[in-house]
């Protein structure tokens, strides 16, 4: 379905509103450029409320969650969603999309979770063809990025 990504990023970030709202967590995102992509909205809604939530819990109070979106080649969009939470070191950074598997800083931070949603990230963006990732460096925010094809404008 045709789906207006800058409200798909809105909705993802009211469904996760009152815990950003109980850190003080807040969306940073540049709104000039506004795209139409096709995809399954309701499962890449799910996409971005999974990591919009990882981004509240791992990072400080009063803190951004910034998102960008950015075109790739062969009508691609990429998301990228930055958070200052922990590192994750590189030897892990591949296994936190494994069922139950938890980056060794994320999972002496003391927050609970099934390590389950970055397995499902992984499945619902390669059933839409698409990539997922993450780059993080010691003392730089954190960036999980995902690339969906099917861009419209």
Not at 81 to 99: A, L, W
Request: aromatic fraction near 10%; glycine fraction near 6%; hydrophobic fraction near 40%.
């Amino acid at each position: 379905m045709e789906t207006n990504v800058l409200e798909l990023v809105d909705n993802a970030f009211v469904q996760i509103a009152y815990s950003a709202e109980a850190r003080n967590v807040y969306l940073d995102m540049d709104r000039a450029k506004d795209y139409l992509v096709l995809i399954d909205k309701d499962v890449i809604l799910r996409v971005l409320v999974n990591l919009f939530s990882n981004a509240v819990k791992y990072s400080p109070r009063d803190a951004a969650i910034r998102v960008e979106l950015s075109e790739g080649e062969n009508q691609t969009l990429k998301f990228s969603v930055f958070n200052s939470g922990p590192h994750i070191p590189s030897e892990h950074q591949d296994m936190i999309f494994q069922r139950f598997v938890h980056s060794e800083a994320r999972s002496t931070s003391g927050i609970q979770s099934t390590g389950l949603g970055l397995t499902y990230c992984k499945m619902a963006v390669e059933g839409h063809s698409g990539q997922i990732g993450v780059k993080s460096e010691l003392d730089k925010e954190v960036e999980f990025w995902f690339t969906l094809p099917g861009l419209v404008k």
